[in-house]
């Protein structure tokens, strides 16, 4: 009996899904038009050029909380932001992430699964086009969040890497 007790006593146990105090405000600072001068100024970010090319000018933004620690670049053209992507900690949560964009973006535009992983868009939502990457092992973990100016030539992260990608 004190078995079963034992058990069972374990079951009331409040459990919740950890997602260490992330919400996707904590990187709207790094949203397109932001400025570049703005965030540099605050002390508990780091920052470092990552690549010049005269007024086109990517920034590596090191944010640093309590229990994670977010790399986001940052294109910049003339000190304002023109796009921004970040990877985020496969330890969180894809449900909440999702959620939390959902209730700031309402319904995504567009949606496209391939296998266990799916890509999430939002159009034209406050003068930007959010990209949201989540996919599913064991469990479910967001990839990246990118944000773009809906400028045209603003050309995204995601562009640019596929560049950066030999092609065998």
Excluded at 4 to 31: C, H, K, M, R
Excluded at 60 to 70: C, D, G, I, S, V
Excluded at 105 to 119: C, N, P, T
Aim: charged share 25%; aromatic share 14%; with cysteine.
């Amino acid at each position: 009996m004190l078995l079963l007790w034992g058990v069972s006593g374990g079951l009331l146990a409040d459990i919740q899904v950890p997602n260490y105090d992330f919400s996707t405000a904590t990187i709207e600072p790094f949203y397109p038009g932001a400025s570049v001068e703005k965030i540099k100024s605050d002390k508990a970010i780091q920052s470092e050029i990552y690549e010049d090319a005269g007024n086109l000018k990517t920034y590596k933004f090191k944010l640093k909380k309590a229990n994670y620690n977010l790399d986001i670049f940052a294109q910049a053209k003339d000190d304002k932001i023109t796009s921004m992507f970040v990877r985020l900690p496969q330890y969180f949560n894809h449900d909440l992430v999702l959620t939390d964009l959902q209730k700031k973006y309402k319904k995504q535009d567009k949606f496209v699964r391939k296998d266990l992983s799916a890509l999430y868009v939002w159009m034209n939502r406050d003068g930007s086009n959010i990209i949201y990457h989540g996919t599913c092992s064991l469990s479910c973990f967001p990839m990246f969040i990118e944000v773009v100016s809906t400028d045209k030539a603003v050309i995204p992260f995601y562009q640019k890497m596929n560049l950066a990608i030999p092609k065998w």
